[in-house]
């Protein structure tokens, strides 16, 4: 028998004992992950039982951040009101105040006021606090819109004051005719939604049109350049005109004359004789066809009018107002 050889039994006689076998290592890390997993779900069931019955540290940092959201959003409405109030404020002097001063009509820009499409506010339409947020973003668009027009209407403000002087001898100010040649109750309204009485569709009558006899003498109603002339047809439209351009975006046009007395290019000064009155084009009896034209629309001419009216004298000639058949097509 040699060193190491294993005896056959112990020295008191009793065979030695055997070992266990070792299970496989895959099967022991089998068991190691199921007892996890077993674990994690429980875990997780006793978490969301807790859940359901008491708050949690990270639920009650979640209100609590839900709360001073929605103080915040209060607190940032509470100052688009109070923003928007000055706002109002300052459209008010600017529209009756600033714009009266420098001549100038109230500033209208197209779809300015229209609101933007609720696809803007889509992102938002989820959320659990979406009639908070979405009604806050309207808000402050919509005070967003208000600044953009006051903006440019300043902009053309900062530009009229430069120039005061010559804004004010420019803008149409004064009769195109001699009040004491005006016939009677021959006046025909400005009305962008006549009813033509001749031809019984709406026509829009863009002037006035002031009844005088042929020849009547024609004034330019503020400095300004011929921009054109037209001898116009004989039976149609305005006939014989004369348009100026006052420059600051105003215009003026003389229509259905019987003879002009400028050619384009010329300059000429408020009260200048520019043409005759006449009965040319498409009119039914002699008359001035006056338009104001600012910025591409035509205005009323009569505010212009009663720059140069006291008031007793302005509301007698509103008397006279009224529809005419002067023109046809």
Same mark, same amino acid.
């Given at each position: 028998?040699?060193?190491?050889?294993?005896?056959?039994?112990?020295?008191? #006689?009793?065979?030695?004992?055997?070992?266990?076998?070792?299970?496989?290592?895959?099967?022991?890390?089998?068991?190691?992950?199921?007892?996890?997993?077993?674990?994690?779900?429980?875990?997780?069931?006793?978490?969301?039982?807790?859940?359901?019955?008491?708050?949690?540290?990270?639920?009650?940092?979640?209100?609590?951040?839900?709360?001073?959201?929605?103080?915040?959003?209060?607190?940032?409405?509470?100052?688009?009101?109070?923003?928007?109030?000055?706002?109002?404020?300052?459209?008010?002097?600017?529209?009756?105040?600033?714009?009266?001063?420098?001549?100038?009509?109230?500033?209208?820009?197209?779809?300015?006021?229209?609101?933007?499409?609720?696809?803007?506010?889509?992102?938002?339409?989820?959320?659990?606090?979406?009639?908070?947020?979405? #009604?806050?973003?309207?808000?402050?668009?919509?005070?967003?819109?208000?600044?953009?027009?006051?903006?440019?209407?300043?902009?053309?403000?900062?530009?009229?004051?430069?120039?005061?002087?010559?804004?004010?001898?420019?803008?149409?100010?004064?009769?195109?005719?001699?009040?004491?040649?005006?016939? #009677?109750?021959?006046? #025909?309204?400005?009305?962008?939604?006549?009813?033509?009485p001749i031809y019984h569709r709406i026509i829009a009558h863009q002037g006035v049109d002031l009844g005088c006899d042929r020849g009547t003498p024609i004034y330019a109603t503020g400095d300004a350049v011929v921009q054109k002339i037209d001898r116009g047809e004989p039976l149609r439209g305005y006939g014989q005109q004369v348009l100026l351009n006052h420059e600051f975006g105003y215009q003026t046009r003389y229509a259905h004359l019987s003879k002009i007395l400028v050619k384009p290019g010329d300059k000429v000064v408020r009260g200048q004789i520019i043409g005759e009155a006449g009965n040319t084009g498409g009119s039914t009896s002699p008359h001035l066809h006056y338009e104001v034209i600012h910025k591409g629309t035509p205005v009323n001419p009569i505010n212009y009018f009663n720059r140069n009216m006291t008031n007793e004298e302005y509301n007698k000639f509103m008397e006279h107002i009224r529809e005419t058949n002067f023109e046809t097509l």
């Open positions: 028998m040699t060193l190491f050889d294993t005896p056959a039994t112990a020295p008191d #006689g009793r065979k030695p004992a055997r070992e266990p076998a070792r299970a496989p290592f895959r099967l022991r890390f089998y068991r190691f992950v199921r007892k996890i997993l077993i674990g994690f779900i429980l875990v997780s069931i006793a978490n969301v039982l807790f859940s359901q019955f008491f708050y949690t540290p990270k639920m009650y940092r979640i209100n609590r951040e839900n709360r001073e959201l929605m103080i915040r959003y209060r607190i940032l409405q509470e100052r688009i009101r109070t923003a928007r109030e000055e706002v109002e404020e300052i459209r008010h002097r600017d529209q009756y105040v600033y714009r009266s001063l420098f001549s100038a009509d109230t500033l209208s820009i197209p779809g300015v006021w229209q609101p933007y499409p609720d696809s803007k506010y889509a992102a938002l339409a989820d959320d659990e606090f979406a009639p908070l947020m979405i #009604g806050t973003w309207k808000q402050l668009d919509e005070l967003a819109r208000t600044l953009y027009q006051e903006s440019v209407s300043f902009d053309e403000l900062q530009t009229l004051s430069k120039d005061k002087a010559r804004l004010a001898s420019a803008i149409p100010a004064i009769w195109p005719i001699d009040r004491k040649e005006l016939h #009677g109750n021959h006046i #025909g309204a400005f009305n962008p939604r006549r009813m033509h």
